[in-house]
């Protein structure tokens, strides 16, 4: 009886959430919605003369772990128009991500697109979601974002490119899908 009584209150709380938002919009001068599709690459580098990518917590069992579960890494990695680093860049992926299963290569992700290109320029996106490494294209989520995209929310679908094994570099290729104001 109580779980339905929750999912009840769940319910009532999402539908008045949900019909409130035309109202904000219309206050807040928003028009209407926009779809705006970005393609980009991110270049992770763990291993540089300036590492854009540092371990900054690990668990002790996290290097004997095949999965670096407790591993925790900060980002600062730059986001480019081109597949090469030198090609040009519009932008910064700030954020962290935690290794979190001790069954296979995934993360938590939790990162902020931080645009310094002309047309989106000091606009952000807000990104979170499961990252299972090894699938050939991962989603996750919007949750956020400021500047042209405020109240922004859609999914991006990424692709590791290329990962130097040696030194654990990746080139990781985005296509985002954000709906926003």
Do not use: W
């Amino acid at each position: 009886m109580r779980e339905n009584t929750a999912l009840a209150t769940g319910m009532v709380s999402l539908l008045l959430l949900f019909s409130s938002m035309p109202i904000c919009q219309a206050k807040l001068r928003l028009g209407e919605p926009k779809v705006s599709c970005i393609e980009f690459y991110l270049h992770d580098l763990l291993v540089a003369e300036k590492p854009t990518a540092v371990i900054v917590a690990e668990a002790n069992m996290a290097k004997a772990s095949p999965t670096l579960f407790g591993e925790v890494v900060v980002v600062d990695n730059p986001l480019t128009k081109g597949l090469v680093l030198t090609s040009k860049v519009i932008g910064k992926a700030q954020g962290l991500h935690a290794y979190s299963s001790q069954s296979e290569l995934s993360l938590i992700e939790a990162m902020n697109f931080v645009f310094t290109d002309v047309k989106f320029n000091s606009s952000t996106l807000t990104v979170m979601g499961r990252n299972p490494v090894l699938h050939k294209v991962r989603e996750l989520s919007i949750i956020g974002g400021s500047g042209a995209f405020r109240l922004a929310c859609g999914y991006i679908l990424k692709q590791t490119y290329s990962v130097d094994l040696t030194t654990q570099n990746a080139v990781v290729h985005y296509n985002v899908t954000v709906l926003h104001y």
